[in-house]
C-alpha cells in the first residue's frame, strides 16, 4: 500500500483532551519532554535489539544503535532520532493518535480523578509523546520501520485536533522527531540547555546519545552491572559523579533483588557527615530511576529520613516512567521500594558490625547519630537499629565501645535495667559522683556523649527487656552493700541531714544518706525527676526570656566520707563555717549534675572559706 499524498486524521477524543490540557495547563517542568523522548528513543533501540536477535531483517542494517540530539538556534527547533524499530504507517496512527499506551493513559485516569483542576499536578506528570506538545508549535515524525520493504513516512502535528501521515523517501531506519519550538521555549535549541538536561535525566542510558555530534552520556549505569565486573576506581568515580562528590565513598552496598520489587540500588556512604560539620541538613539524594531513566534525583519519601545521608541510585523496573516525579502517585509502590531497601541496608550494616567491626566503629563515630535518630524516632525500624547503637561502658576501654547485646551478657542474673549516664566525655563520667554507686556494686554503666543521647535512650525505653535506666535518675534503687567500717553513726548522721536541710533551706527539697556513693563526699538529685539535667539546660536555652522556675534537688550524703565526719564535729562549734562548706558541698554537687546555672556566688563563698585557712 502507498500513500504519496498527505492524509490527515482526527486526534482520538481522549487524545485531543490530553493535548488541551499539555498545551495550555502544563507550565511547570517542561523541559522533562527532553527526558520522555530521549527514554522513547532508548525504549526503541532495546526493542530493535531484542527484534535482531530473532529477525534476520532487523540485523540486515549496520547503523549504529544510538541516539542523535540536535539543536538548530537560528530555526528553533530540537530534533532527536534514534536508529531504533522505528514505526509502519499503521503503528503511527496507533501509536501517536489513540491512547492505547500506558503513561497516557494513567495521566488520563488521575485526570479523570480531579488531577485537571490541580495545575502543579499536571505539571509533574511525564505525559510521554505528547509532552513535546508543551514547547512545539508544531511536531514532525520521520519514522521507518525496520521491516524490510517498508516505506518511511512523515507524521505531522501541531496538536489542535488531527494530525497528517505523509510517505517520505530516504528515511533512515528508525524515529526522527523534529521539534519547532514556541518563542518562549526557544532555549531548548540551544547546545548548553538540552546538555544540561540531558546530564540530568538521560546520563546513565545504555545507548550513545550524542548531541549536535558530542557524546554526552558518558558514565555507565554501573548500578546493572554485576558486581564482580565492577572495579573499585569505577565505583568511586560513578559516586564522585553521581553524588557530585569530591570525598571518597566509606562504604558501599551493591545490591539487586527480584521480589517483591525488580530492584538495582547502588548505595554509598559518604566519608564525611557534613551535618556534624556544621552543613545544614542533608538532603535526602539517592536518585530514583527506571531503567536507567532518571524519574526523581532527590525522592522525599524512597528512603527513611535518618537514612537522608545515603546517596546513590535505586533502579525499579516496576515503577511506571511516566508516572510522575516529585509527587510520586504511586505511595504504595514508594512504600513497597522503601521497606525493601531499608532492610536490606539494615542487614548490610549488621553484618559491616559483624564482620568489620574497626571499619563498622569508624562509621559508627561518623554517622552513628542518624542510627541514634532512626532508633528514636521510627518504630518500623528500631529494633534492628537499637542492636546497630555502640556506646563507651564503665568496661570498656577508652574509645572501646560495646553493644546493648553485648551488655546483656554480662549482665548479673537479677539486674533488671541496663545503666547509663550522659555526660560531656568519659572523664567528665568517671570524676562524677554517679558512677561510683554502680560501680561499687558491679554494675556496668553505659557513657553517652551526644546531646541527643538522652532523648533516645528516653525513647527506646528498653532492650530485650531490660529497661534503659539513668544511673543518675532519682528513682533508682541500688541494692544494700555491706557498710565499712568508719561512718558516722545513725543518729549522728541523722542530725547531720536534719542540720543540712535547715541551713540548706528552699534549695534542696530533701537530703538524706545516699545509698550510691563510696568515695565522694555528696550528690545531687534533680526533685523532678522528669526533668533530666540535660533537659533542663535544654528548656532553659529554648526559654531564655522566662523567669526559671526554680531548682530544688535532693541532696544525698556520704557518712563515711571524711568531709562529712569533719563537717558534723565542727558543726555545732563553728556554725558560720559550717554553714560556708555546707553550701559549697551542694554547689559541688551541682556542678557534677550539670545543674550549677550560676556560679558568681560561689566565687565569693570560695574567698570567704579560703581566707580561714
Ligand atoms: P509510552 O512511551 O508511555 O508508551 P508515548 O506517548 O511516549 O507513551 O509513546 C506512545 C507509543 O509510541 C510508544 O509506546 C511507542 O510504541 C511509540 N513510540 C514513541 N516514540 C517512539 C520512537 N522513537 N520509536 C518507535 N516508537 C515510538
Redesign the pocket.
Given at each position: 500500500m502507498s500513500n504519496v499524498t498527505p492524509q490527515k486524521f482526527e486526534f482520538q477524543a481522549e487524545i485531543k483532551q490530553l493535548l488541551d490540557i499539555v498545551i495550555h495547563s502544563l507550565y511547570t517542568e517542561k523541559e522533562i519532554f527532553v527526558r520522555?523522548?530521549v527514554?522513547?528513543?532508548s525504549?526503541?533501540l532495546e526493542?530493535l535489539r531484542h527484534t535482531q536477535i530473532t529477525e534476520p531483517a532487523a540485523a540486515a542494517d549496520p547503523q549504529e544503535l544510538a541516539i542523535s540530539v540536535t539543536t538548530d538556534d537560528k530555526a528553533k527547533t530540537i530534533t532527536i532520532q534514534?536508529s531504533?524499530?522505528?514505526?509502519t504507517r499503521a503503528?503511527l496512527i496507533e501509536?501517536?493518535g489513540t491512547i492505547a499506551?500506558?503513561?497516557?493513559k494513567q495521566f488520563l485516569k488521575s485526570l479523570g480523578e480531579g488531577g485537571a483542576k490541580n495545575a502543579n499536578l499536571i505539571g509533574q506528570f511525564g505525559?510521554?509523546?505528547?509532552s513535546a506538545f508543551m514547547v512545539a508549535t508544531g511536531v514532525k515524525?520521520y519514522?521507518r520501520s525496520w521491516r524490510a520493504g517498508e516505506p518511511g513516512h512523515v507524521w505531522s502535528s501541531d496538536g489542535s485536533g488531527s494530525y497528517e501521515i505523509e510517505e517520505v523517501a530516504d528515511q533512515a531506519r528508525?524515529?526522527k522527531?523534529v521539534i519547532a519550538l514556541k518563542d518562549d521555549c526557544a532555549d531548548y535549541a540551544t547546545d548548553w540547555k538540552v546538555k544540561e538536561i540531558l546530564e540530568r535525566y538521560s546520563a546513565f542510558v545504555s545507548f550513545p546519545i550524542n548531541l549536535n555530534g558530542k557524546h554526552v552520556n558518558t558514565v555507565q549505569a554501573l548500578w546493572l552491572r554485576s558486581k564482580s565486573e565492577v572495579k573499585e576506581e569505577e565505583y568511586t568515580a560513578f559516586y564522585k559523579f553521581q553524588a557530585h562528590a569530591f570525598d571518597e565513598p566509606r562504604l558501599r552496598l551493591h545490591f539487586s533483588a527480584d521480589a517483591p520489587l525488580a530492584i538495582n540500588a547502588l548505595l554509598f556512604v559518604p566519608k564525611d557527615n557534613t551535618e556534624k560539620l556544621g552543613f545544614s541538613r542533608t538532603e535526602a539524594s539517592v536518585a530514583l530511576y527506571c531503567r536507567k531513566v532518571l524519574i526523581d534525583a532527590k525522592p522525599k519519601d524512597l528512603l527513611p529520613e535518618w537514612l537522608r545521608f545515603l546517596k546513590g541510585v535505586v533502579d525499579s523496573e516496576d515503577l511506571p516512567?511516566?508516572i510522575s516525579r516529585e509527587t510520586m502517585q504511586d505511595r504504595a509502590l514508594i512504600g513497597k521500594l522503601s521497606k525493601v531497601i531499608t532492610k536490606r541496608f539494615l542487614k548490610f550494616l549488621e553484618g559491616e558490625a559483624k564482620n568489620h567491626a574497626d571499619r563498622y566503629a569508624e562509621f559508627y563515630t561518623e554517622f552513628g547519630i542518624f542510627l541514634k535518630e532512626g532508633a528514636a524516632m521510627d518504630p518500623t525500624h528500631k529494633e534492628q537499629l537499637v542492636k546497630l547503637l555502640r556506646f563507651e561502658s564503665s568496661l570498656t576501654e577508652p574509645g572501646k565501645t560495646t553493644s546493648l547485646a553485648d551488655y546483656v551478657t554480662r549482665l548479673g542474673a537479677d539486674q533488671k535495667e541496663i545503666y547509663y549516664l550522659v555526660g560531656p566525655n568519659r572523664a567528665a563520667i568517671e570524676s562524677g559522683p554517679y558512677l561510683e554507686g554502680c560501680k561499687a556494686r558491679n554494675l556496668e554503666v553505659l557513657f553517652c556523649y551526644e546531646a541527643v543521647d538522652e532523648y533516645v535512650m528516653g525513647n527506646v525505653r528498653e532492650f530485650e527487656g531490660k529497661a534503659l535506666t539513668a544511673a543518675d535518675h532519682a528513682d533508682v534503687k541500688l541494692t544494700d552493700l555491706p557498710q565499712p567500717e568508719g561512718a558516722l553513726s545513725e543518729a549522728d548522721t541523722k542530725q547531720l541531714t536534719a542540720w543540712l536541710k535547715e541551713t540548706l533551706g528552699e534549695r534542696v527539697a530533701e537530703v538524706k544518706v545516699s545509698d550510691r556513693l563510696v568515695d565522694s563526699p555528696a550528690l545531687a538529685l534533680n526533685a523532678d525527676k522528669f526533668m533530666s539535667p540535660h533537659m533542663r539546660r535544654m528548656m532553659k536555652a529554648m526559654n531564655k526570656d522566662k523567669p526559671e522556675s526554680p531548682l530544688r534537688v535532693n541532696l544525698e550524703i556520704n557518712p563515711r566520707s571524711a568531709l562529712m565526719k569533719r563537717l558534723f564535729a565542727t558543726h555545732a562549734a563553728a556554725p558560720e563555717k559550717a554553714k560556708l562548706v555546707a553550701e559549697q558541698i551542694l554547689d559541688n554537687a551541682l556542678i557534677s549534675a550539670g545543674l550549677l546555672d550560676d556560679a558568681t556566688p560561689m566565687v565569693a563563698r570560695l574567698y570567704k572559706l579560703l581566707e580561714s585557712v
Open positions: 520522555e523522548l527514554s522513547n528513543a525504549d526503541a526493542k534514534d531504533g524499530i522505528g514505526m503503528e501509536n501517536l499506551h500506558s503513561g497516557s505525559v510521554g509523546f505528547y515524525v519514522s528508525g524515529s522527531i516512567l511516566n
